[in-house]
């Protein structure tokens, strides 16, 4: 039997959806001053953040988020809504091993990863997030993945996350620490039990450490868009202030 589009939607769906329609809003509250149009577009964020609600639970209130959103509106082209920016870094040794932090708000274990902060390139940001989380200095190599958190579950708002294959040149490991609980370097056999859904990333990420020409994994077109798999594990937790 073929599965119907009801059957099909998922909480996070719902997420994606609200945040998409809440993005066209904020766009076009940016873009125009006839009264008409924008108490249409502040309509439609009200929409979106009751769906927000309805997909987090009760812990989430829609006046909340529609007066988030709302106040998040900046005129003309600065104004228009795109998704949040972070960098990851797989970092690995001369033994072959990848660079782990332990987030101290989650307890879970990942490459560092940190926002893409105003003024420094992409490559930049990741050499100076490194150093910061774990005390290891590292040079770039390449980029090895652009993904859309949304689409994977690892947050709850728009989020692209670029990463890159990192080696290591010095530094002695020391956690930040607010950002982390722990850092450590660690074989592919032997990652933290706690490791964030390393079958989705460990196998493409130790390929580039053992200098593999892998290629840039992204998130392919889909066909529908809107619709997405429904046995994606959601591990927003990880992100918890997202």
């Known amino acids: 039997m073929s599965e119907t589009p009801s059957e099909a939607v998922t909480k996070q769906d719902l997420l994606r959806w609200a945040e998409t329609i809440a993005g066209v ?30 997909a987090k639970g009760s812990s989430s209130n829609p006046d909340e988020l529609y007066e988030g959103w ?14 949040k920016v972070t960098v990851g870094a797989v ?40 150093v910061e989380e774990t005390g290891i200095e590292c040079e770039v190599v390449k980029p090895i993945a652009i993904l859309d958190g949304m689409r994977l579950g690892f947050t709850g708002i728009p989020l692209y996350s670029l990463v890159f294959h990192c080696q290591m040149t010095g530094g002695t490991l020391k956690p930040h620490p607010l950002e982390c609980s722990d850092v450590g370097f660690f074989s592919e056999n032997s990652l933290p039990k706690e490791t964030v859904s390393p079958q989705r990333w460990a ?3 130790f390929a580039a450490i053992r200098g593999e020409d892998v290629e840039v994994m992204f998130d392919r077109p889909r066909e529908p868009v809107w619709l997405d798999e429904n046995d994606k594990e959601n591990i927003s937790e990880v992100f918890p202030d997202l």
């Open 70 to 83: 709302r106040d998040s509106v900046i005129e003309g082209t600065p104004g228009y809504a795109t998704p």
């Open 25 to 54: 809003a904020r766009t076009g509250l940016a873009f125009t001053e006839v009264l008409y149009e924008r108490e249409r577009y502040e309509e439609i964020l009200k929409v979106a953040a009751d769906i927000k609600q309805y």
């Open 203 to 205: 196998s493409h990420a």
């Open 91 to 130: 970092v690995g040794n001369d033994d072959g091993e990848i660079l782990l932090v332990q987030r101290a708000d989650s307890g879970r274990w990942l490459y560092p990863t940190g926002w893409a902060d105003i003024g420094y390139s992409a490559s930049e940001v990741v050499v100076k997030e490194v």
